[in-house]
């Protein structure tokens, strides 16, 4: 689990790091820019809009969504935008999600999803409320995936989808000798571009001297944290270059033996989708609603400017179009 220090650092750190992209202050020279931002955004919306494509053809209903470690949410807005979703952009760091509509505008992306603070361990949803459910370069922030991807298969309906992507798998050809940040400067550069830097260091340097959780998977770990899961498909890429797996659902959990060996060398990244088992009428569609993070035991009410649990009476604030739904211990460590 991820201790109170790592969820602090993680709220503290964005915070920070969304001046430095939005121009406004210089907090970590070796991280992006404003200019840089925009232009990994860019990046990031691209591949979104390919993945996206790819689901839809393949007849993923993602209609209804929850995207968790959404950050400043244009993954959501795209959703939303270009391929008429619907949902919830949630992350556990409030101030990235108040930017979203500053990057929608910015990407010309007209709609933008719910924005809700919360905690993936403790996702504030009853049990089968979503039919698809994703996320990006989010599950390498967590010591132990698994109780995140068992809080997905909860919240996902029977027949559902969790589409992952962007993840690492872990390279053990490595030193490990130090962390090397995301911008690398002088000697770094140098050894960067002789191909030596990624077989004695480790990416993440400013989360982790900052107190964010930063880890890699081996491959039998990626095994047992898609484990509750019917694979439709997952494909395991080595960096660089090396032979790639496609895993579907007629082939259980086997990497090709080049693959394996890639992996061992030079690390590599995982994508996937995955299916909760049953079936569900995708013709019903049932008005969203929040489950009391605090007490789990009632559906929260809407009042004019916060929700309200009618079993514990916790009140739920919604700050800068923000829902706050943390558990009351929770928010009051975090956002006191």
């Not at 996702?123 to 994703?134: A, D, G, M």
């Not at 989360?207 to 930063?214: A, K, L, P, T």
Request: aromatic content about 12%; glycine content about 6%; some cysteine.
């Amino acid at each position: 689990m991820q201790t109170l220090d790592h969820k602090k650092a993680e709220i503290t750190f964005r915070k920070l790091i969304s001046e430095q992209h939005l121009g406004k202050k210089i907090h970590f020279p070796e991280e992006f820019t404003h200019t840089e931002m925009l232009a990994e955004l860019k990046k990031r919306l691209e591949s979104t809009r390919r993945d996206f494509t790819q689901l839809q053809n393949n007849n993923v209903d993602f209609t209804s969504y929850l995207e968790i470690g959404a950050e400043y949410g244009v993954r959501s807005a795209l959703v939303e935008s270009e391929f008429g979703g619907q949902g919830i952009a949630l992350d556990i760091a409030r101030t990235p999600l108040e930017k979203t509509r500053f990057f929608a505008k910015y990407f010309k992306l007209q709609k933008i999803p719910i924005a809700v603070c919360a905690d993936a361990h403790s996702l504030p949803f009853p049990n089968n409320t979503f039919p698809f459910v994703f996320c990006y370069q989010t599950l390498h922030h967590f010591p132990n995936p698994f109780p995140i991807v068992s809080e997905i298969y909860r919240v996902l309906k029977p027949g559902g989808y969790f589409f992952f992507a962007e993840e690492p798998v872990r390279q053990n050809f490595n030193l490990r000798l130090f962390r090397r940040p995301t911008k690398v400067k002088g000697i770094g550069r140098l050894l960067k571009y002789l191909l030596i830097l990624p077989f004695i260091s480790q990416i993440g340097k400013t989360e982790v001297d900052f107190g964010i959780v930063e880890d890699t998977f081996s491959l039998l770990q990626w095994r047992k944290i898609t484990s509750l899961f019917s694979i439709q498909s997952i494909t395991i890429s080595p960096f660089l270059f090396g032979s790639t797996t496609t895993i579907t659902k007629d082939n259980p959990f086997k990497v090709k033996l080049a693959t394996k060996i890639a992996i061992y060398c030079l690390g590599g990244g995982i994508n996937g989708l995955l299916k909760k088992p049953g079936t569900t009428n995708s013709a019903q569609k049932k008005p969203l609603v929040f489950l009391c993070p605090t007490c789990k035991k009632k559906l929260l009410n809407k009042k004019t400017q916060h929700y309200i649990c009618p079993h514990c009476l916790t009140k739920y604030q919604i700050i800068n179009n923000v829902i706050q739904l943390l558990p009351a211990a929770l928010q009051h460590a975090l956002y006191r």
